[in-house]
Each structure stands twice: as structure tokens, then as C-alpha cells.
Nanobody, 118 residues
């Protein structure tokens, strides 16, 4: 099993920055990909960014150029640097991990709230 714990959420003004962290523990050797999802009220959970153990990254179009995912090389910590935040970035952000390069994520954190005030 893999446990994921997020930190770093909070309240920030539009245009500001936040950095989310996710610490993985347990059977971290199983992890191939780590990512960040978010879910806003009344909306479906969506993938924000992902990073493979080899360092390949992918981003949702809505955050490209503003968010950066990093870490994951040691398979125990991943970060999400969020710049130029907008009110529409307000959501609960979840860390996720999976044991394969494709397919659904296997493991989830409890989520951390990010609120961007306009």
C-alpha cells in the first residue's frame, strides 16, 4: 500500500502563488506516476498535472504556463508550484499515484483546499 499526504493549500489572492507538496510513504517502489487532480464544487475531478518516474510531465491546458509539477524522482515527494492563480483554480487538490504508466490512479491523498480570492 501507498499513503499520500498533501500540504500547502490555503487562501491566496488572484495573481498570487502557492506550492503544494505531497509526501508518499509505504510501498513507494511501486509508484510509476504521480499527479495532481482537483475538484471544484459542482464539477468533476480533473487531472491538473502528472509526472513519471523518468521526469516526463503533462498538464491540463488550463494550467499550462502557470503550474509546474516537480519531484517524483525519489518517488516519495511531488510538488505543484502554482503561479498566476485565478479564481477558477479554487478547488480541493488531490495528490495521486499509480503503479503503471497508463490506466487509472491507484492511490489518493485526502485533499487540500486551495481558495483564490478575486
Amino acid at each position: 500500500q501507498v499513503q499520500l499526504v498533501e500540504s500547502g493549500g490555503g487562501l491566496v489572492q488572484a495573481g498570487g502563488s502557492l506550492r503544494l507538496s505531497c509526501a508518499a510513504s509505504g510501498s513507494i517502489f511501486k509508484i510509476k506516476v504521480m499527479g495532481w487532480y482537483r475538484q471544484a464544487p459542482g464539477k468533476q475531478r480533473e487531472l491538473v498535472a502528472g509526472i513519471t518516474s523518468g521526469g516526463t510531465t503533462n498538464y491540463a491546458d488550463s494550467v499550462k504556463g502557470r503550474f509546474t509539477i516537480s519531484g517524483g524522482n525519489a518517488k516519495n515527494t511531488v510538488y505543484l508550484q502554482m503561479n498566476s492563480l485565478k479564481s477558477e483554480d479554487t478547488a480541493v487538490y488531490y495528490c495521486a499515484a499509480k503503479e503503471a504508466d497508463y490506466g487509472p490512479y491507484n492511490y489518493w491523498g485526502q485533499g487540500t483546499q486551495v481558495t483564490v480570492s478575486s
